[in-house]
């Protein structure tokens, strides 16, 4: 007797499950406050709270870890060179806190990164302005989670996947604004800066730059509000032009008698 057995695929758990990149992602949390109470220690050894660096000037906050072979030179190497395109100086006008994503990381390392940034950082005296932080895994998962940023640990390689960006949060620690990927223009930053200090720092030109663009969550840049309104407006009027000349032709037509043939009079 022939049997024929009927082999049916089963999906393993593994195949059910999302793929790990669905995990890395930023999720913005815009006008959400982040817990200022957090516990850190700073590239120095010393017990920090996160809101020992609120209170005076909005805050430039860049998540990654110090021994990131990859994304995260990366990713300061190009938060360093938009600052040193930007008008506004680490610690007088803005800080920046750098804190690790990895709870096995320690001062060491925090003051290395901190060392290395700083020479690239073309502006003397700033290191009062610029905090490399390390810290427990739930403090580090309650900022995360705070600020909706999505990573998780790929035993597989021994890294850690993480979204790429950084975030501008007011003096009160509330979320302002996001700027994704490693490169980041100039003066998107400052006026990200300018608009989160409530127009403490900057210059009336600054101020004016804000009332002609707006910034756009889904980019994480500034778009100029005024060159779309005179697209608009441009549109409306070629619209309204053509509806004129067509309503005028139309109208023009029926005004004028039907011609036929010529009739003898007499």
Sequence with gaps: MLITVLLVPVPSAQAQQPHPTEAVAFEQHLGSQVPLDLPFVDETG????????????????????????????????????????????????????????????????????????????????????????????????????????????????????????????TPKGTLARYFYGIEFNPGDVRLGLVEASGNRIGTPVDQLLLLCYHFDPSTGQYTGLVMTLLRVAGLLTVLIIGGSVLFMSLRSRRGTPPSGPAQALG
């Excluded at 005296?125 to 403090?139: I, K, P, R, V």
């Design 46 to 169: 010393a017990a920090v709270r996160l809101g020992d660096y609120f209170g005076e000037q909005a805050v430039v906050l860049l998540l990654s870890y110090y021994e990131c072979p990859m994304l995260c030179p990366l990713l300061r190497d190009g938060l360093v060179n938009s600052l040193n395109e930007v008008r506004l100086n680490v610690g007088d006008d803005f800080q920046v806190i750098n804190v690790s994503i990895d709870p096995t990381e320690t001062p060491m390392n925090a003051a290395s990164a901190k060392t290395f940034t700083l020479m690239r950082y073309n502006r003397p005296n700033t290191e009062h302005g610029w905090h490399f932080l390390t810290g427990t895994q739930d403090s580090i998962q309650q900022l995360a989670n705070a600020v909706g940023f999505r990573y998780f640990y790929d035993e597989t390689i021994n890294q850690y996947a993480h979204a790429s960006g950084i975030l501008v949060l």
